[in-house]
Every structure is written in C-alpha cells, then in structure tokens.
T-cell receptor, first 118, second 114 residues
Framework: GAVVSQHPSWVICKSGTSVKIECRSL??????MFWYRQFPKQSLMLMAT?????????EQGVEKDKFLINHASLTLSTLTVTSAHPEDSSFYIC??????????????FGPGTRLTVT | AQSVTQPDIHITVSEGASLELRCNYS??????LFWYVQSPGQGLQLLLK??????LVQGIKGFEAEFKRSQSSFNLRKPSVHWSDAAEYFC????????????FGKGTKLSVKP
C-alpha cells in the first residue's frame, strides 16, 4: 500500500517550452503532496507543499510563476515547469503525505522525473 | 532552525562488514527522525523511522538505528553489508508545523567492495 507514481520518468524539452509532471497516489488519498528538486549528488530540496483544493505553499527562493503546482484532486498533483531553461534541468521528486490515520510525517515518495532542457 | 548533518559524504565498506552511517540533528523538541535509501535514478525508500518510545528502531533490509538524545544523533547500522546495499542514504527530520515537512541531510553515498 501507499504507492506514489510519477509520470513521465524522463523528459527532454527544448528551452522556452513548458513541461508538466504528474504525481499520483495510487492506493490512497493524499491531501498533501510535496515537490522536491534534487541536483546531481545533492540532497533533496523542498520546492513547495500542495494541499488539495488550495494554493501551493512555495519555499523561499522558488519562483511560483515558473513552477506551477496544481493539486486538483486527492490523488493527483501536477508540477508544470514553464518556459524551461537548461538550469531547470534536474531530478524532480514528489511525495505524498500518508493516508488518514497515519502519522503526519509519513511521506511516500514517487520514483522521480528526470528533466533535461536543451 | 531544524537541520540535519550527515558528516560522511562517501563511505566504502567490504561486503560482509558492518556499517554505521552517522546522522546528527538540530531540533528543539523531540524529533521525528527518518532514514531513507535512494538507488541511482530512483525515488526514496523509507528504511526506518523514530517517533517515540524504544530508542533502538528496526527497519527493513536488516537496518537499525539508535536515537541518542544526549548526542543529538540517529545513526544507521547494519551488521553485515550486502553488495545490493550500495546506494545513497539520507537522514531526515520532521520540520514541525502542521504540514509534515521533512528536512533532509546531504546524504551519504555507500559503496560496497566485493
């Protein structure tokens, strides 16, 4: 149980285009999802926290107009990288807060999406 | 502010040898602590967690960790390492608040020699 998927697992896009990454909780409802960014050989940096039906909360330094997050349902959150540039190339990982009744800090991670901007 | 320090960037051990990965945290109250493992190009898998109670916690894949409040540490151990344990290991602490955010250490890369 508590499986999180991401799609696509790998995407290449041209500079200036937008790309959408989906994060789904497959067997539970996730009221809260998190988006992380991970540069090569570095740790995960939280980008934003999204709650179903409300606006995402972005971490300091993260451009909300560039990284659009939508959490329209209890099983789906999307991250759209708008007008992507090569410096946006990174590994993006989502996680979902555990099902109702589990501890608040239980997060279940997706397999990640490798974004390469050319 | 909460923080997590993993002092060792890269550790190499021989297969069959014991392993200890260090993690120190900074947190004002009782911390919620986690160890995750990440294989190359993959997401994170939870190895174990500490919320309260017994300070020695058992996890999956034969891993255990001990919470030591006096040392602000939560070191990960395994008595006998297997080649498949080679991966990146992250220690994390709950950041407080109602959202359940986690703060991650920088990670320790484990290499296993045959």
């Amino acid at each position: 149980g508590a499986v999180v998927s991401q799609h696509p697992s790998w995407v290449i896009c041209k500079s200036g285009t937008s790309v959408k990454i989906e994060c789904r909780s497959l067997d539970f409802q996730a009221t809260t999802m998190f988006w992380y960014r991970q540069f090569p050989k570095q740790s995960l940096m939280l980008m934003a926290t999204s709650n179903e039906g409300s606006k995402a909360t972005y971490e300091q330094g993260v451009e909300k107009d560039k990284f659009l997050i939508n959490h329209a349902s209890l099983t789906l959150s999307t991250l759209t990288v708008t007008s992507a540039h090569p410096e946006d190339s990174s590994f993006y990982i989502c996680s979902a807060r555990g099902p109702t009744g589990t501890f608040a800090y239980e997060q279940y991670f997706g397999p990640g999406t490798r974004l390469t901007v050319t | 502010a909460q923080s997590v320090t993993q002092p060792d960037i890269h550790i190499t051990v021989s297969e069959g040898a014991s392993l200890e990965l260090r993690c120190n945290y900074s947190y004002g109250a009782t911390p919620y602590l986690f160890w995750y493992v990440q294989s190359p190009g993959q997401g994170l898998q939870l190895l174990l967690k500490y919320f309260s109670g017994d300070t020695l916690v058992q996890g999956i894949k034969g891993f255990e960790a001990e919470f030591k409040r006096s040392q602000s540490s939560f070191n990960l151990r395994k008595p006998s390492v297997h080649w498949s344990d080679a991966a990146e290991y992250f220690c994390a602490v709950g950041a407080g608040g109602s959202q359940g955010n986690l703060i991650f250490g920088k990670g320790t890369k484990l290499s296993v020699k045959p």
